[in-house]
Nanobody
Framework: QVQLVESGGGSVQAGGSLRLSCVAS????????MAWFRQAAEKERERVAI???????NYADSVKGRFTISRDNPKKTLSLVMDSLKPADTAKYYC???????????????????WGQGTQVLVSS
């Protein structure tokens, strides 16, 4: 059974930091693209960061230079370190996965097959 379980969300003041984690099970983790998406209230879900099985990364412009995605293949974990947080970063953050095919990881939400339940991040001003 495929599972993605996120943790690490919480409340923080603007300028602060949080570290999100995602533990994966039930699929061949090292053969999958891994990603973080987020969804703010009354907004569509959006890409935050993506990492392929070789460690190559892709970030949304809104988080570049502030967020860092990483993965540990043997431990089947995915992390997102979020620094210099802004109120605009308030959202529910989701871990997602899709098979790595064609030497690239998709950026569109609907390409991702496996999803976690999400962890809430609240950034206050």
């Amino acid at each position: 059974q495929v599972q993605l379980v996120e943790s690490g969300g919480g409340s923080v003041q603007a300028g602060g930091s949080l570290r999100l984690s995602c533990v994966a099970s039930g699929f061949m983790y090292d053969l999958h693209c891994m990603a973080w998406f987020r969804q703010a209230a009354e907004k569509e879900r959006e890409r935050v960061a993506i990492i392929d099985n070789g460690g190559n990364t892709n970030y949304a412009d809104s988080v570049k230079g502030r967020f860092t995605i990483s993965r540990d293949n043997p431990k089947k974990t995915l992390s997102l370190v979020m620094d210099s947080l802004k109120p605009a970063d308030t959202a529910k953050y989701y871990c997602a996965a899709v098979s790595y095919v064609g030497n690239y990881c998709p950026t569109l939400e609907n390409s991702y097959v496996y999803w976690g339940q999400g962890t809430q991040v609240l950034v206050s001003s």
